[in-house]
């Protein structure tokens, strides 16, 4: 972790403060993580892109594909396409309650992503579910929480159609209509990102 990570924890919001205030500490530490991710992924996304076209039987394309469960190069591509930084920023705020959350706060998980594996570094929820204890993951930073949540979309089976979609078109706001399978809240979830992404202003972010 680099000092620049070191320093930016997500401690640094705290609960009691402006809510003008919170989004301006959420954004200063969010923007410049999401955008290093995005980044990451949108140049592996270019450089596989050439490489498929060149040659897609490729030991590189082949190792992708595994990594990414896709069943040919051209799904391989539309796993890899990483989405707009807005709908991130979007899903990150509403997850995180600004960057207040426990899970935020404890564990570095921006998005709310649940652990079913006992093995890995977490924290318990402090709901249940019947009588199981629900498990959030946690991680080392917060690029590595947006990491693993660009990597969900990629990979999840209920995240098709919006891995349709993204290749189609880059409006975030046509996009988040394909993430109803994200939260229980259903279609309402994708109408409460677009307000987010619309009311902040979260576009001018998008590359």
Same mark, same amino acid.
């Given at each position: 972790?680099?000092? =620049? ?17 919170? =989004? ?32 897609? !039987?490729?030991?590189?394309? !082949? ?7 896709? =069943? ?37 998980? /921006? ?11 977490? /924290? ?36 098709? !159609?919006?891995?349709?979609e993204k290749m189609k078109t880059n409006d975030p706001y046509e996009l988040v209509k394909k993430l109803d399978k994200y939260s229980e809240l259903g279609a309402a979830y ?18």
């Amino acid at each position: 972790m680099d000092a =620049k990570q070191a320093h930016y924890t997500a401690s640094v919001i705290p609960k009691n403060i402006s809510i003008q205030e919170k =989004k301006k500490r959420f954004f200063a530490l969010l923007v410049p993580a999401v955008e290093k991710v995005y980044g990451e992924l949108e140049n592996e996304y270019v450089e596989t892109q050439s490489l498929v076209k060149k040659d897609p !039987q490729n030991t590189k394309i !082949q190792k992708l594909m595994k990594k990414y469960a896709a =069943k040919n190069p051209q799904d391989l591509l539309q796993r890899m396409k990483p989405h707009p930084i807005s709908i991130a920023l979007a899903q990150a705020a509403m997850e995180s309650a600004w960057g207040t959350s426990r899970f935020f706060q404890e564990a570095n998980n /921006v998005f709310g992503v649940w652990s079913i594996n006992k093995n890995e570094p977490r /924290v318990p929820a402090s709901q249940k579910r019947g009588n199981k204890t629900v498990y959030v993951k946690k991680y080392t930073t917060i690029a590595d929480s947006i990491r693993d949540y660009y990597r969900i979309l990629a990979t999840g089976k209920v995240f098709e !159609q919006f891995r349709v979609e993204k290749m189609k078109t880059n409006d975030p706001y046509e996009l988040v209509k394909k993430l109803d399978k994200y939260s229980e809240l259903g279609a309402a979830y994708g109408k409460e990102l677009a307000s987010m992404i619309r009311y902040n202003k979260l576009t001018q972010y998008d590359k």
